[in-house]
């Protein structure tokens, strides 16, 4: 009794570990997105930067960052003056695009002078 027991478990378990990495495989393999803020004073905490990307992503974007889990396709990358403390901090692209890949992390540098 004991050993058909152990084998029905075995066998279970053996189906469970077959058919997690079948999930495995059709999961979707996403992108990262490392934004990367030069040019703000350290006490600045709002550039003010939004992502745009597939299926109406949107995400605001303050301090150094990387976005993680992104589908692969186009995200533009929007940037507006920041005024810290009497200053204006123009950035050195107002709007760009960029492309995630599959498994990748994609660096994206947004400097910003006065």
Known sequence: MKRTLYLALLLVGSLLIAACEDVKAVLPDNG?????INGLPNDADEAGII???PDNFEQEVNVETTLLGLDAGSYKITAK???FSG???TPDKES???????NERTDYTLT???
Do not use: A, S, W
């Open 32 to 36: 990262e997105l490392l934004i990367q």
């Open 51 to 53: 992502v745009n990307g």
């Open 81 to 83: 003056p920041v005024i």
């Open 87 to 89: 200053e204006t901090y």
């Open 96 to 102: 760009e695009r960029v492309d995630v890949e599959r």
């Open 112 to 114: 910003y002078t006065k």
